[in-house]
């Protein structure tokens, strides 16, 4: 990607509503990834007709996605919860939509029409995996998306994550070939299904929005993570001196880490507390 939609990789955020006032919900790109762990030996394979969907198992919930039965479409998406349709329509449309999951709750890791004829899906839950640890992971292995001879395998990653920062989603890709146009069809992003949290788009039909090892995560920062890149750094700290002294705007000031109305030292000290 370029350095300008890297700039804004998610200026898209938002105030929550629930039990997390104040906090925000994102993406990052992960600029050091973990390798993609391919699953097929492993998981399940999911009888999935083309623009089908599936329910798999149950889920406990995260902080931000919701509790009870994760339904796996065809078309690159998940959607949590207990809904009252399932479909994953075939042709992508900006979110929020009411073709993705009847406007639910959902992961859209790619949202595109992808041919059952040309891959597998599939699902595995994973406990104290060596490499990957607890999670839930659905995997898409599909042939010649773009028609250059370029493939795409692309899975969502889903952590047990009850705390209210941190990572409660993950997207890995893995293309072979030009993939000059990886994105240019589909829809990559986080749909709320009024959740109390934001919807996120991270691409619509953008040729290139993801490259071969590209990892989004969706995280909630914690507060000292004022640039929200998901680690606190030298960013954060010039961000917290260029506040430094009394907010004007109080309680709208995120530098104001205590919470007293001014950025001042203890503010410091706690960013501190949090570096890395």
Request: net charge negative; glycine share 14%; charged share 15%.
């Amino acid at each position: 990607m370029g350095t300008a939609r890297q700039s804004v990789l998610l200026a898209a955020v938002a105030g929550l509503t629930g039990p997390a006032l104040g906090q925000v919900v994102h993406f990052i790109e992960d600029p050091s990834p973990p390798p993609f762990v391919d699953i097929a030996d492993i998981g399940q394979l999911l009888p999935l007709a083309g623009d089908g969907e599936i329910g798999v198992g149950s889920f406990a919930g995260n902080f931000v996605l919701r509790p009870g039965s994760i339904t796996v479409g065809q078309n690159g998406g998940m959607s949590f919860g207990q809904q009252t349709l399932f479909d994953l329509e075939a042709i992508n449309q900006e979110i929020p939509s009411l073709d993705a999951f009847n406007g639910g709750q959902a992961t859209l890791a790619f949202w595109d029409d992808i041919d059952d004829k040309e891959g597998d899906t599939f699902y595995v839950e994973l406990v104290d995996d060596p490499v990957l640890g607890t999670r839930t992971v659905v995997q898409w292995n599909y042939a010649n998306f773009d028609g250059a001879g370029s493939t795409l395998r692309f899975q969502v990653h889903v952590l047990p994550n009850d705390q209210p920062t941190g990572t409660y989603a993950q997207y890995f890709y893995e293309i072979e070939g030009p993939a000059v146009t990886a994105g240019a069809s589909a829809t990559i992003g986080y749909q709320d299904g009024t959740s109390g949290f934001v919807d996120l788009q991270f691409s619509f039909n953008l040729a290139g929005a993801v490259t071969d090892g590209t990892v989004l995560s969706l995280i909630i920062p914690e507060s000292a993570d004022l640039d929200g890149d998901g680690r606190v750094g030298i960013a954060d700290f010039l961000a917290l001196l260029a506040a430094w002294g009394s907010c004007d705007d109080c309680p709208n000031c995120p530098a104001d880490l205590d919470g007293d109305c001014t950025v001042g030292i203890l503010d410091l000290l706690e960013l501190l507390s949090h570096w890395g």
